[in-house]
C-alpha cells in the first residue's frame, strides 16, 4: 500500500522559510515523480514543484521560481519543499503527490494533477502578519 504524509506547515510572517517534508512508503516504481501542489481558498489547485526519481530534475512553477527548492531523500523516502521569502500569496493548502503515470504524461514539467495517482491528505501554510 502507498501512503503519503505531508508535515511542516504552519503560520509564519511574510519574508520567513518553511520546510514541507513528504514522507512516503510503498513505492516500488523504477520511475516516478514526486510533486507538491497548492490550492488557496476559492482557487483552483496549481501545481509549484516537482522531482523525478529516475535523475532528480526538478521543475518549478514561475509563481515560485528562486524561492523554493524541492529535494529527496532516498533513504528517507522523503520529498522537501524548501520554501524561503515567504509571500501572503503562498498561503494555501500544500499537497504532496506521487505517481508514475505522469512520467509519460502530458505536461512535461509534470505538473498535471490528473497524472497523479497518490496524495497526502495537506498540509496548511499561513503566511502572514
Known amino acids: 500500500e502507498v501512503q503519503v504524509v505531508e508535515s511542516g506547515g504552519g503560520l509564519v510572517q511574510p519574508g520567513g522559510s518553511l520546510r514541507l517534508s513528504c514522507a512516503t512508503s510503498g513505492f516500488t516504481f523504477d520511475d516516478y515523480a514526486m510533486a507538491w501542489f497548492r490550492q488557496a481558498p476559492g482557487k483552483e489547485r496549481e501545481g509549484v514543484s516537482s522531482i523525478r526519481s529516475a535523475d532528480g530534475s526538478t521543475y518549478y512553477a514561475d509563481s515560485v521560481k528562486g524561492r523554493f527548492t524541492i529535494s529527496s531523500d532516498n533513504a528517507k523516502n522523503t520529498v522537501y519543499l524548501q520554501m524561503n521569502s515567504l509571500k501572503p500569496e503562498d498561503t494555501a493548502v500544500y499537497y504532496c503527490?506521487?505517481?508514475?503515470?505522469?512520467?509519460?504524461?502530458?505536461?512535461?514539467?509534470?505538473?498535471?494533477?490528473?497524472?497523479?495517482?497518490?496524495w497526502g491528505q495537506g498540509t496548511l501554510v499561513n503566511v502572514s502578519s
Open positions: 503527490a506521487g505517481g508514475w503515470r505522469v512520467i509519460a504524461g502530458t505536461n512535461p514539467s509534470y505538473l498535471n494533477p490528473f497524472e497523479y495517482d497518490f
